[in-house]
Nanobody
Framework: QVQVVESGGGLVQAGGSLRLSCAASGRTVSNYAMGWFRQAPGKEREFVAAIDKSGGITSYADSVKGRFTISRDNAKNPVVLNMNSLKPEDTAVYYC?????????????????WGRGTQVTVSS
């Protein structure tokens, strides 16, 4: 059984930065394509960013493009989401997900394992 665990959430002022990390126990993250999703209160879970198994392919939601960066170093376990120029509308619970496919992009149904989420709050 694979467990996905997020860390790094918190409270930050608008314009600030946060770094989220995602690790997998049971098997190393390098065996999976990874994605980040977020869910704000009263809204559906939405795609944020994704990366393939090798780290050569990435994709982003239009709302975060140019501000967020997803990366991975398969010699180390975590997959990282660097978030810059944060806005109040980025406030949400952020979820990391792992997919057995080589790359799953924004397709929520293609992800096999999900973390419990980490709260990101951006104050205005």
């Amino acid at each position: 059984q694979v467990q996905v665990v997020e860390s790094g959430g918190g409270l930050v002022q608008a314009g600030g930065s946060l770094r989220l990390s995602c690790a997998a126990s049971g098997r190393t993250v390098s065996n999976y394509a990874m994605g980040w999703f977020r869910q704000a209160p009263g809204k559906e879970r939405e795609f944020v960013a994704a990366i393939d198994k090798s780290g050569g392919i990435t994709s982003y939601a239009d709302s975060v493009k140019g501000r967020f960066t997803i990366s991975r170093d398969n010699a180390k376990n975590p997959v990282v989401l660097n978030m810059n120029s944060l806005k109040p509308e980025d406030t949400a619970v952020y979820y990391c997900a792992a997919s057995s496919w080589s790359y799953s992009g924004s397709n929520k149904g293609a992800y096999d394992y999900w973390g419990r989420g980490t709260q990101v709050t951006v104050s205005s």
